[in-house]
């Protein structure tokens, strides 16, 4: 099985990176985790779509996301809220039309988020639903919610074995929801 993990974050450094790369090391045997960053996408721009096209980025994004049995989409809390690359992504994922069912439809996702806060991407996570169910994916009842990350999630050293044992069992959950 194959399951793409985007982060939300542009960060080099990001939590929500470090929260992919801990997935990867949790996946099960069988189970391939590919991270994707946001990296190269434009603001999207009607003007610039209708001039250049699609940009290659967003084409090599949608073409691994539909390459993969899964998605996982780690967001980070930007003022309570999803931040606005990671909408403006799935804005540009979405054209042309045609594409957002294909991309999208009844795809299994799961949301996952990391943050120094104390309510571990709640309220980005709640918010993120509206987008996703528009979108037509299939969401993943569950969630992974991972707070104090700057102490659980650190630059360097040892992840938190309680969050290893979290984020493994999340994951487990994900690959038997998407089957």
Not at 134 to 147: A, E, K, N, T
Request: glycine letters at 12%.
């Amino acid at each position: 099985m194959k399951l793409i993990a985007i982060s939300g974050s542009l960060r080099a450094a990001s939590f929500n990176t470090r929260l992919v790369d801990l997935l990867i090391d949790c996946a099960p045997e069988g189970v391939e985790v590919e991270k994707a960053t946001l990296h190269g996408i434009p603001l999207y721009d009607g003007d610039l779509e209708e001039q250049q096209g699609i940009p290659d980025a967003v084409e090599s994004l949608r073409a691994r996301i539909k390459g993969a049995d899964g998605l996982i989409i780690a967001t980070p809390e930007y003022n309570a809220g999803m931040p606005g690359v990671l909408k403006n992504a799935l804005d540009w994922l979405t054209r042309p039309g045609s594409e957002m069912k294909p991309t999208f439809g009844h795809r299994p996702t799961a949301l996952v988020g990391a943050t120094p806060g104390q309510f571990g991407t709640a309220f980005a996570q709640a918010g993120s639903l509206i987008n996703l169910r528009q979108l037509g994916c299939r969401l993943f009842p569950d969630y992974l919610r991972v707070s104090s990350a700057d102490k659980v999630l650190p630059d360097s050293g040892e992840v938190d074995a309680e969050l290893r044992k979290q984020a493994a069992s999340f994951l487990e959950g994900f690959v038997g929801f998407v089957g």
